[in-house]
């Protein structure tokens, strides 16, 4: 037996990702779910404890849901909620519009040409996610690039209002989330056996019968990661709405941050991003737990 068929060694490369999310990622979460049911209080930390002394000296519960019954109570956090859910599900439902083609065409490109391409694909990230929002501030903007190239071509008369719109949040979110969505495409498309299609072709299929029959069907798992990839982060996202949207576009991730930093309410900024996690876990667990047995 080899060092590396050790049962120890084994067990502890299994076990130390499960020690990583334990400790930076699960323990974290329990932490949040704690202060939610905690009230706000000035002092550090700025919530109570929810074990605490009462008047017989002894020990009680003080915690309780009031931050989740105002959230229930509230029409402005059900808003936000519903507002960050259209805007990610649309943001996903553009990115794979967007990724799909490019990354069938970067796979169908000649071998030598494909490495360049997944580069130029990758390109954006090797700025800071915040210069590239704000690349799109300078872009949108009414004296910005393009409404001064559309001014100088004649097109516009004035300005387009581009910027603090709906319009900027969808096309921020999409060009930072894309190459989430591009890369499960390509990593399925790429094992794709072209044999199949051309099988389909053979037997007398279009060829869009044989991409809606063929390639679609079989590229499901890439479809599947690629939209929870961006879908998720998308429904939090707090930076481009912020310096690209107005105020008209209400966010959760806005709203987070004003309990947060303005109000300094911890305990209900907790019990929101509590909630926001509910929200988000249930559909895509019952959206995988489908996907599975598609797939099966």
């Known amino acids: 037996m080899t060092p590396l068929e050790s049962p120890g060694l084994q067990r502890a490369a299994v076990g130390l990702p499960f020690l990583w999310l334990l400790v930076f990622a699960f323990l974290p979460l329990l932490l949040i779910v704690k202060i939610s049911f905690s009230q706000m209080q000035l002092g550090v930390p700025p919530y109570t404890p929810l074990l605490g002394v009462n008047a017989d000296g002894e020990t009680a519960w003080q915690g309780g849901t009031a931050n989740y019954a105002f959230i229930a109570s509230d029409s402005l956090y059900a808003k936000a909620y519903l507002n960050s859910v259209r805007i990610a599900a649309i943001t996903t439902l553009l990115a794979l519009l967007i990724a799909f083609p490019m990354a069938y065409a970067i796979v169908r490109a000649p071998r030598r040409w494909q490495t360049s391409l997944l580069i130029l694909v990758l390109l954006p990230f090797w700025t800071s996610f915040l210069i590239r929002v704000y ?26 209002k581009l910027l603090n719109t709906e319009f900027a949040v969808f096309l921020g979110m999409v060009f930072c989330y894309l190459p989430y969505m591009l890369l499960p495409l390509y990593a399925r498309l790429e094992k794709l ?101 598609s797939a099966a």
């Open 193 to 293: 056996d072209v044999r199949l299609t051309e099988a389909a072709l053979d037997l007398g299929a279009s060829p869009t019968q044989a991409f809606w029959r063929i390639t679609v069907p079989l590229s499901w798992p890439g479809i599947v990661a690629g939209c929870l990839l961006v879908f998720v982060p998308a429904v939090g996202e707090f930076v481009i709405p912020e310096l690209l949207s107005g105020a008209d576009v209400l966010m959760i991730g806005k709203v987070m941050w004003s309990e947060f930093f303005t109000n300094r309410d911890w305990p209900l900024s907790a019990a929101v991003a509590t909630v926001l996690l509910l929200v988000l876990a249930v559909p895509v667990v019952v959206f995988q737990n489908r996907s599975s047995r």
């Open 135 to 160: 690349a799109w501030v300078g872009l949108l903007r009414p004296n910005g690039l393009i409404n001064s190239t559309l001014e100088a071509l004649g097109v516009i008369d004035e300005p387009l």
